[in-house]
């Protein structure tokens, strides 16, 4: 039973299992910012908090992180308004006025286990939940040293169980802000999507969500990285609880210049340490993806061209033949990190007994094509992404949330029944199964 109140300035304070939660009321929507699910100390394990009353009206609070040149180029104003801190335990909800028992949407943002922010400005999920009618919920959670480096008394994949204690908050109390707990959908692009997927097949998550959409995860980096993270540990050095965050920040810098050679899994070094809680050893992921397949459809893809974002612009060489051997190194490596692994990832959902649906994403986008994060402002529009190289050049943002508009409507169809849904042809491809 939902018990919500009407506060005399534009505020709903809704009273739940976790306690009296205060939020903002706009333009039809409900917006409760900034809710912590948990709390934790430097590399402790999340802890649930006691029952209180919560003023949800401050942003969820981002991970202290290295900046990111290639994403501070594309978007230099993604972290504004955002407060950092290490106990980043928030999650935001947009619902809806007057919901009930509506499909939830769970955002697991990307970065590279290292980076981003649930509540940047370019993740505004607004236009998705009144045109969907879903409950949208973004979740921060602990990143590079913060979250993913064991050893020395630090766990492994804190990160990871953050999102399993965010997951645990919302199914005791996310029908107090309309959603149905019974039916959860994690939606994750690049490390998020890689996360959502090994969620999949951690058996702490198991009755915590229903369905997962996977965007560009790259799921083909090394599963059994041993030796990488021996080398991230020596790199990162001694560590201590007192470090301030600046200092603990340079240690994560010499992490990852120490890592930047070693192929493929140096572009990605933090991450699940798999056999550690709450994620099975590699030896097992299988198998244990046969036991999830058959209760968790999903649906997996990729944007057409992801490498152009990581591959230098035509310009930088000479004539036509490096612009041609620049396309079939884009194609080769978006085939390899993201189009394979996912096709192999779904094959073996299906042969499990599960239901798995590949798409590719073909929205021509701006100066970068077909590239990575180009996904990202069709499903979230707003004004931080006007003007931006991801947007064709004079783009308005009601030209883009018009054309991102298929493309949420079959996100929220499949959230809604697990249903796919068919091509919209310039905007995504969907696969055949089998």
């Known amino acids: 039973m939902q018990v919500r109140t009407k506060l005399a300035d534009d505020s709903i304070e809704l009273r739940v299992p976790a306690g009296h939660v205060v939020a903002n009321l706009d333009g039809g929507l409900l917006h409760a910012t900034g809710i912590p699910y948990a709390s934790a100390v430097r590399w402790q394990r999340p802890v649930a908090l006691p029952a209180r009353r919560i003023v949800a009206k401050t942003k969820a609070r981002a991970c202290p992180q290295l900046p990111v040149p290639r994403l501070d180029a594309a978007l230099p104003d993604a972290f504004q308004g955002l407060q950092f801190d290490e106990n980043c335990l928030d999650l935001s909800i947009t619902a809806p006025v007057g919901a009930d028992k509506l499909p939830v949407i769970v955002w697991l943002h990307g970065g590279s286990y290292e980076s981003g922010a649930a509540d940047m400005a370019i993740f505004n999920p607004d236009a998705l939940v009144a045109e969907q009618n879903v409950v949208f919920v973004s979740v921060s959670y602990r990143l590079g040293l913060f979250g993913w480096l064991s050893g020395d008394g630090r766990p492994a994949n804190l ?131 046969v036991a999830a397949a058959q209760r968790i459809p999903i649906m997996i893809g990729h944007v057409q061209d992801e490498a152009a974002l990581f591959v230098p612009p035509s310009h930088s ?79 308005s943002l009601d030209e883009l949330t018009e054309a991102g508009r298929p493309l949420r409507a079959l996100w929220a169809g499949f959230a809604r029944d697990g249903q796919a849904g068919k091509d919209v042809p310039g905007i995504v491809r969907f696969a055949p199964q089998g």
């Open 159 to 289: 990160g990871g169980l953050d999102v399993i204690a965010a997951l645990r908050w919302l199914a005791k109390n996310i029908a107090g802000f309309g959603g149905d707990p019974g039916n959860v959908t994690l939606l994750g692009q690049s490390s998020g999507g890689d996360l959502a997927a090994r969620l999949l097949l951690a058996p702490d998550a198991q009755g915590l969500f229903h369905r997962a959409i996977i965007q560009s995860a790259p799921l083909a980096l090394p599963l059994a990285a041993q030796r990488l993270q021996n080398a991230m540990r020596k790199a990162a050095g001694d560590l201590t609880h007192d470090m301030s965050v600046a200092t603990l920040l340079e240690h994560q810098q010499r992490v990852r210049k120490a890592v930047r050679l070693r192929g493929l899994a140096g572009q990605m070094p933090f991450g699940p340490e798999f056999g550690a809680e709450p994620f099975p050893a590699v030896h097992e992921l299988r198998d244990t993806q």
């Open 317 to 395: 060489f000479v004539g036509r033949l490096a612009d041609a051997a620049r396309r079939l190194l884009v194609a080769s490596l978006t085939s390899r990190l993201y189009g394979a692994p996912g096709r192999e990832f779904a094959w073996r959902h299906i042969a499990a007994g599960g239901q798995a649906q590949r798409f590719v994403i073909e929205w021509e986008g701006g100066a970068f094509g077909k590239a990575h994060l180009l996904d990202l402002p069709l499903l979230f529009p707003g004004p931080e992404w006007v003007g931006t190289p991801l947007l064709p050049a004079n783009m």
